[in-house]
């Protein structure tokens, strides 16, 4: 039977949630053939040796797993686009390892993907470990009045009934359907012929801003992304990459792949207004922390870091 629909997990140390995960989509699966393609980034917790034995069960009854398996930890976006490579579905469902599907999700997002053809790829409503909401829907690309208007709570002049809609992210309630401009990568179904023409992620992103990336070249290719509420993947985020950084190691890498993302898909105009953007507000909240005798040091980090940048990217260096 032809396979439909592929499940794409790009895992490193996945452990107990990565197992929930794929139980998630056993428990819930969708209503078309389907299999799942783990792409292993060198794990060490023996979650590698777990799928592998998966994948060699060919049982009647056995979950349809392909397991490659990388020698080193390629990323989050070359080892999706190995993924892509192999599989030969119409659709192709990115699922984080630690992501477990709802009921019904799976179907949800299949019929909004299939009720048009402009449509490229679509999204769910996400929900923390505890049920709340997991605000998944951004603004892409950022402006630099965005920046200061997020940052600074200049947001709270703008009536409530406007600021969800000109904000998104933590100001609207993900609770219509909608075009949007950025899914969250944690959970995004895909059409084939989508990725054929506007390709998979860019590689030169390691781990973060390879989705909004991927989105922004989505709709510049002229195809349209969706969020469908009706749909729910609960995702216990943050986890994998604390195992590898500390809080401020994981925000110092963030940081860098924004300038990344900045570089690669922005104007020079554009770039040098949000990190000026960036450093006027990281400049007030870094002082007014000291003032008030509460720690600095990430705010400090933000300041010099895209000071540096706005340096760099204004003299060409």
Not at 125 to 153: C, F, H, K, M, Y
Not at 178 to 190: D, T, Y
Request: overall charge positive; hydrophobic content about 40%; proline content about 4%.
């Amino acid at each position: 039977m032809a396979v439909n629909l592929s499940f794409i997990i790009a895992n490193w140390n996945g452990g107990d949630l990565l197992k929930r995960c794929i139980a998630s989509i056993e428990n819930y699966p969708p209503g078309i053939p389907w299999e799942i393609i783990v792409v292993d980034n060198a794990s060490t917790d023996g979650s590698r040796e777990w799928l592998r034995s998966l994948a060699e069960n060919r049982s009647p009854n056995g979950i349809p797993l392909r397991l490659i398996e990388n020698a080193e930890n390629v990323g989050f976006g070359k080892a999706n686009n190995q993924a892509f490579a192999v599989s030969k579905s119409d659709f192709l469902f990115l699922l984080n390892a630690d992501a477990e599907l709802t009921a019904g999700a799976c179907d949800a997002l299949i019929e909004t993907l299939s009720s048009s053809e402009q449509i490229g790829a679509c999204g769910p409503r996400l929900l923390n470990s505890d049920g709340s909401l997991q605000p998944s829907v951004w603004r892409n690309p950022p402006t630099a009045r965005e920046i200061i208007v997020g940052s600074l709570g200049l947001w709270r002049l703008i009536p409530r009934r406007l600021r969800g809609e000109l904000l998104l992210g933590g100001h609207w309630d993900h609770a219509t359907r909608r075009e949007v401009p950025l899914l969250f990568g944690a959970a995004i179904l895909a059409k084939r012929k989508m990725i054929d023409e506007v390709g998979g992620f860019d590689e030169r992103f390691h781990m973060y801003s390879e989705d909004r990336e991927w989105c922004l070249r989505i709709v510049r290719a002229g195809w349209k992304l969706v969020f469908d509420p009706t749909a729910s993947v609960v995702h216990h985020g943050g986890q994998f990459s604390l195992q590898r950084w500390t809080s401020l190691e994981k925000m110092r890498v963030q940081i860098q792949s924004n300038f990344q993302y900045n570089r690669y898909c922005l104007s020079r105009e554009q770039s040098i207004a949000c990190l000026r953007a960036t450093c006027f507000v990281s400049f007030i909240q870094k002082n007014l922390y000291k003032l008030r005798g509460r720690p600095a040091e990430a705010t400090q980090i933000i300041w010099e870091l895209n000071r540096a940048e706005l340096k760099r990217t204004l003299t060409g260096n």
